[in-house]
T-cell receptor, first 114, second 113 residues
């Protein structure tokens, strides 16, 4: 049984560009949450998707958007990239309906904005 | 919103000694408190969690205690080993409100052989 997977593993973009990150949840999980982890800091909640809708959102601008597909996989899109968007982007999936229960993290996508 | 503070930011211990990391939270509605271990370049991995209906939980060399009144919880690692060296994060969430995790700033633990 594969755990949470993310792609790509690394990405380099320039300021102003747009990026799409992808996440496949653990088998049997229906809820996906996205976090941003800057170097040396704890993960910061971006948003959570359940039943193909955004359920909760953290303190991130609307340049950050997402999507969840019927198979529960999810995408994170960031528009108009800034240097400060450089970080490790983590996806986490939860085993119970509505996001309750333990969250399991993927390996992350490391984004560098130049 | 919830705010989680974690101390210390770095912790150096001799192999075999115990390590204790403390966290405080601000939102009394929080009811789920996981601890994650993150090795360099790796994903955060859950090592233990506790819910607010329990005061203490233990799993081999790892234990977590929760004081709801004081709004703080702690991670205890006994008989530390070099492979315990990593960054540890505490987190808090309100499961009834969607289980958004709010993380502490992390503790870098170094176990010296």
């Amino acid at each position: 049984d594969a755990g949470v997977t993310q792609s790509p593993t690394h990405l380099i973009k320039t300021r102003g560009q747009q990026v799409t990150l992808r996440c496949s949840p653990k088998s049997g999980h229906d809820t996906v949450s996205w976090y941003q982890q800057a170097l040396g800091q704890g993960p910061q909640f971006i948003f959570q998707y359940y039943e193909e809708e955004e359920r909760q959102r953290g303190n991130f601008p609307d340049r950050f958007s997402g999507h969840q597909f019927p198979n529960y996989s999810s995408e994170l899109n960031v528009n108009a990239l800034l240097l400060g968007d450089s970080a490790l982007y983590l996806c986490a999936s939860s085993p119970e309906r509505g996001g309750l229960g333990t969250q399991y993290f993927g390996p992350g996508t490391r984004l560098l904005v130049l | 919103g919830e705010n989680v503070e974690q101390h210390p930011s770095t912790l150096s211990v001799q192999e075999g000694d115990s390590a204790v990391i403390k966290c405080t939270y601000s939102d009394s509605a929080s009811n789920y408190f996981p601890w994650y271990k993150q090795e360099l370049g790796k994903r955060p991995q859950l090592i233990i969690d506790i819910r607010s209906n329990v005061g203490e939980k233990k799993d081999q060399r790892i234990a977590v205690t929760l004081n709801k009144t004081a709004k703080h919880f702690s991670l205890h690692i006994t008989e530390t080993q070099p492979e315990d060296s990593a960054v540890y994060f505490c987190a808090a969430s309100n499961e009834a409100a969607g289980n958004k995790l709010t993380f502490g700033g992390g503790t870098r633990v170094l176990v010296k052989p």
